[in-house]
T-cell receptor, first 107, second 115 residues
Framework: TQLLEQSPQFLSIQEGENLTVYCNSS?????LQWYRQEPGEGPVLLVT?????EVKKLKRLTFQFGDARKDSSLHITAAQPGDTGLYLC???????FGAGTILRVKS | KAGVTQTPRYLIKTRGQQVTLSCSPI?????VSWYQQTPGQGLQFLFE???????NKGNFPGRFSGRQFSNSRSEMNVSTLELGDSALYLC??????????????FGPGTRLTVL
């Protein structure tokens, strides 16, 4: 099983702060997806990264895929309370998910 | 375009019973995947159906089964429920033709509680 390790597990920050969450694997993967899940709802796809070294931006969110395609990061600039949720990375057809990072942004 | 819908949203059952959950994918999507989410194990893949055939399967016991109909709607069934089956069951749909680049769209889930 090609596991995905996410860190940190939990992050509690003040509104306006920046943060980065990480997704790592010992194996190379052809693509990786980031999802955000709010309580009581299903995960919502944020982005898919495919090319090593790729950087994608979604408003205040910046996603990076490592050059070796074994790791990825999600950086949020000036976090807002609406960013609160569970952030999950996933790979593969049978989506293998990391355990997720619970983000809480306090106003 | 309507999203993925799941019914029911909440369900309470007792040990030993069986349960059937339903999922309607996004129009035009032929692949439906099912996942179990628990606080301890996170999100785990159950199985995927594509064009009425099971295409992929996770590591769950045979008590967990599914099927897909010609209109791509899918059901999953859990027989002989155990307390540990309490979870959020999520359905996701995709076109199913993207290979490893397989963007999936999730429904809101069915919260199953086994007493």
């Amino acid at each position: 099983t090609q596991l995905l390790e996410q860190s940190p597990q939990f992050l509690s920050i003040q509104e306006g702060e920046n943060l980065t969450v990480y997704c790592n694997s010992s194996s190379v993967f052809s693509s990786l997806q980031w999802y955000r899940q709010e309580p009581g709802e299903g995960p919502v796809l944020l982005v898919t990264v495919v090319t090593g070294g790729e950087v994608k931006k979604l408003k205040r969110l910046t996603f990076q895929f490592g050059d070796a395609r074994k790791d990825s990061s999600l950086h949020i600039t000036a976090a807002q309370p609406g960013d609160t949720g569970l952030y999950l990375c996933a790979r593969g057809n049978k989506l293998v998910f990391g355990a997720g990072t619970i983000l809480r942004v306090k106003s | 375009k309507a999203g993925v819908t799941q019914t029911p949203r909440y369900l309470i059952k007792t040990r030993g019973q069986q349960v059937t959950l339903s999922c309607s994918p996004i129009s035009g999507h032929r692949s439906v995947s099912w996942y179990q989410q628990t606080p301890g194990q996170g999100l785990q893949f159950l199985f995927e159906y594509f064009s009425e055939t099971q295409r992929n399967k996770g590591n769950f016991p045979g008590r967990f089964s599914g099927r897909q109909f010609s209109n791509s709607r899918s059901e999953m069934n859990v027989s002989t429920l155990e307390l540990g089956d309490s979870a959020l069951y999520l359905c996701a749909s995709s076109t199913g033709t993207g290979g490893s680049y397989n963007e999936q769209f999730f429904g809101p889930g069915t919260r199953l509680t086994v007493l």
